[in-house]
């Protein structure tokens, strides 16, 4: 399989970002060829039809009860602190971790992707989501089943078939 779900416990300084966490998941791919940036902009730089049409929808549902759904005024696209990809704003880069984020009145969201250099399913997609208020909660139930199957799409765009070590032969001295 190109993308599983796993457990992962992003670290201290991921979790200190926001004051609770009400829903997480984390899914994993392999890819050893890509930096940290490359793969965050595989993942989050580009997305299907399909996606962008739900994103459509959900963005001109999300304006009747006052929820963001446009660019903010201070959007410039580049992987530095500050900048975004998509419509998240970067918090933080690494060489093996990239935090990415968005804040509204209904929840708080974060996204982390970080490598563990681990030999297979490397590459870890970790969302993270406080609630704000009980519009958050409601609108985290609604999303949930698109959100899965999204976000697993969007990681299967990072995979990079792992490369097998030459068998090596002895040698017969």
């Known amino acids: 399989m190109k993308v599983i779900e796993v457990a992962y416990t992003p670290g201290e300084k991921v ?33 299907p039809k399909w996606i962008r049409a739900l994103f459509a929808v959900r963005n001109f549902m999300v304006r009747f009860i006052g929820l963001k759904n446009n660019k903010p005024a201070d959007y410039k696209v580049g ?20 935090l990415l984020g968005a804040d509204d009145t209904h929840l708080n969201f974060r996204a982390v992707i970080a490598n563990s250099q681990t030999p297979l399913y490397n590459i870890k997609v970790t ?3 406080s609630y704000n208020n009980r519009k958050g909660r409601i ?12 976000v697993k799409n969007m990681v299967r765009q990072a995979y990079k078939k792992p490369m097998l070590k030459p068998i090596q032969k002895e040698k017969n001295l």
Request: glycine content about 4%; hydrophobic content about 45%.
């Open 15 to 47: 979790m200190s970002n926001l004051t609770r966490i009400d829903f997480s998941d984390t899914f994993a791919t392999t890819n050893h060829v890509n930096s940290i940036t490359e793969i965050t902009q595989l993942i989050f730089g580009r997305s």
């Open 79 to 98: 992987f530095e602190i500050g900048h975004y990809i998509g419509f998240f704003r970067i918090f933080s880069i690494t060489e093996n971790e990239m």
């Open 127 to 129: 969302t993270l989501v």
């Open 139 to 150: 609108y985290m139930q609604f999303i949930k089943p698109f959100h899965r199957m999204v």
